[in-house]
């Protein structure tokens, strides 16, 4: 690894430079980690969310996430719990009018409970938290807003993307923007800082998505998330959708 320009007090080692930035990687790029990236870019699921970045009205700059408009509101358990068909076409995830309604029936606080709840198991938890270079980032807001927008409760995520501040990621002599969409955030990942050296560019495994999983289910279940039994019923296929090792 290079040296810092600047001195680095002790206990900060890899974390996000707040002047740069950056953060250093342990080393340049190789060929496999290239192609994993440029994989990752042509999921269809990515692909959309890059489109409707693109497509987004401007003034979707203009808007403000607004996190207490909904409130929470659980299943009435004497009425039949309606299930949701799983809905994805060629390989990618479509909202649709049943998915929206799951979701506002969940509400966006009860999602960042959920998330929040998420992460904190995640920073404690020193095998998943080897791919996370910085605490100091909104992670748990980010995947709320994403689980919102991707059942189709309005574009509070790709709002979010328009405006969040920039991070690059130095590898070797090469720099690079790093978390700005899914497939530039599990990069990073891949090439965190905190990874052992011989697992460094190594993509998720099995054992690391399993890790994964468990404490976020866990985190469902002790927020409340699985009184919603529509909601987590659809939500458990759509989660598993998207994990891709």
């Known amino acids: 690894m290079q040296a810092a320009p600047h001195p680095i007090a002790e206990g900060d080692e890899g974390k996000i430079c707040p002047i740069s930035g950056m953060f250093a990687a342990a080393q340049a790029l190789d060929v496999t980690s290239t192609a994993g990236l440029e994989a990752l870019q042509s999921d269809p699921d990515i692909a959309e969310e890059m489109r409707a970045l693109t497509m987004s009205s401007q003034n979707d700059d203009k808007e403000e996430v607004n996190i207490t408009t909904r409130t929470v509101v659980r299943t009435v358990a004497s009425q039949p719990v309606q299930f949701v068909s799983f809905n994805a ?3 990618t995830h479509a909202a649709n009018r049943a998915t929206q309604e799951l979701i506002r029936g969940v ?3 009860a999602l960042i409970r959920f998330t929040k709840s998420f992460y904190q198991k995640v920073f404690a938890d020193s095998h998943i938290d080897q791919f996370i270079a910085s605490h100091e980032e909104p992670h748990h807001m980010r995947f709320a807003l994403w689980i919102q927008e991707k059942f189709g409760d309005g574009t509070p995520w790709t709002r979010e993307r328009r405006t ?4 690059y990621m130095k590898f070797g002599h090469e720099v690079r923007q790093v978390a700005h969409d899914r497939s530039s955030a599990h990069f ?3 090439h965190s800082p905190k990874r052992e050296p011989d697992k460094w560019v190594v993509h998720f495994r099995p054992d690391d998505a399993r890790v994964w999983m468990r404490l976020h289910f866990w985190a469902a279940r002790e927020t ?3 009184e919603n039994e529509a909601f987590m019923e ?3 296929r759509f989660i598993g959708h998207f994990i891709s090792v």
């Open 89 to 91: 076409h060629n390989g």
């Open 107 to 109: 509400g966006l606080p």
């Open 164 to 167: 969040r501040p920039k991070k």
């Open 188 to 190: 990073a990942a891949w």
């Open 224 to 226: 409340g998330m699985f």
């Open 234 to 236: 659809y939500y458990t």
